[in-house]
């Protein structure tokens, strides 16, 4: 029953933003790391950012460091992405998760999210 459903993605210009969230209900999820991955069809799967359960660390993929930031509140069980400066290869859906079974890029997440779309025109 514990769900992750994320928001906010969209249509954007290269060079725009955008934040999506991702609001997790069920059971907390303060507890543990979270993350966002993102998937274009016909590539594999990438790893885009990932926080601790306190917000203490971030990891971040290089293509995005510098323009993504992660952040969580823990007190409303959610997470965000705020997504800036961005390129058409952003394009792409994106999944949260949380609960990494090792480490956050190797996608053993024990919840993931339905995914929103961002397309980014260039």
């Known amino acids: 029953q514990a769900q992750l459903v994320e928001s906010g993605g969209g249509l954007v210009q290269a060079g725009g933003c955008l934040r999506l969230?991702?609001?997790?209900?069920?059971?907390?999820?303060?507890?543990?790391?979270m993350g966002w991955i993102r998937q274009t069809p016909g590539k594999e799967r990438e790893f885009v950012a990932a926080?601790?359960?306190?917000?203490?660390?971030?990891w971040y993929a290089d293509s995005v460091r510098g323009r993504f930031t992660i952040s969580r509140d823990n007190a409303k069980n959610t997470l965000y992405l705020q997504m800036n400066s961005l390129k058409s290869e952003d394009t792409a859906v994106y999944y949260c998760a949380a609960e990494p079974k090792g480490t956050v890029y190797g996608f053993e997440y024990g919840y993931w999210g339905q995914g929103t779309q961002v397309t980014v025109s260039s």
């Open positions: 926080i601790s359960d306190n917000g203490g660390r971030t």
């Open positions: 969230s991702c609001a997790a209900s069920g059971r907390s999820f303060s507890s543990v790391a």
